[in-house]
Nanobody
Framework: QVRLVESGGGLVQAGGSLRLSCAAS????????VHWYRQVLDNQRELVAT???????TYTDSVKGRFTISRDNDKNTVLLQMDKLKPDDTAVYIC?????????????????WGQGIQVTVSS
C-alpha cells in the first residue's frame, strides 16, 4: 500500500491559518485523485476538498474561498491551505487517495487513507 501521512494540524485562533500536508510514500501519480475529509467525533465524515490527477479542484461550499488544495509533485505531497479559519472547521482531517487502475491492481485496494490529524480553531 501507499502510505499517507498528514501533518500541519494544531490549534489556531479564529481567523488564522493552517496548512495541512498529505505526504505519500510513493508517487502521487499513482492516484487519480486526492481528497481531504474531516470528521467531528462520531459524526459522519465530510468531504472537504479534492484535487484530481489533472489538477481539477473541488471544495465543499462551506470552505470555498477560504481553503485551497494543491500538490507538490516533486515531494509527492498534497497540501490544504486553510485561511480565515472558523471554530466550525474544528475536526480531525483525513487524507484519502484514489488509486489508478494500475495501482489498484498492484496493491489490491481502491485507495489509501491517512490516520488523521486534529485541527482545533478557538473562538
Amino acid at each position: 500500500q501507499v502510505r499517507l501521512v498528514e501533518s500541519g494540524g494544531g490549534l489556531v485562533q479564529a481567523g488564522g491559518s493552517l496548512r495541512l500536508s498529505c505526504a505519500a510514500s510513493g508517487s502521487i501519480f499513482s492516484f487519480t485523485a486526492v481528497h481531504w475529509y474531516r470528521q467531528v467525533l462520531d459524526n459522519q465524515r465530510e468531504l472537504v476538498a479534492t484535487i484530481t490527477s489533472g489538477g481539477t479542484t473541488t471544495y465543499t461550499d462551506s470552505v470555498k474561498g477560504r481553503f485551497t488544495i494543491s500538490r507538490d509533485n516533486d515531494k509527492n505531497t498534497v497540501l490544504l491551505q486553510m485561511d480565515k479559519l472558523k471554530p466550525d472547521d474544528t475536526a480531525v482531517y483525513i487524507c484519502n487517495a484514489d488509486y489508478t487502475q494500475d495501482a489498484a491492481n498492484r496493491y489490491g485496494a481502491s485507495g489509501s487513507w491517512g490516520q488523521g490529524i486534529q485541527v482545533t480553531v478557538s473562538s
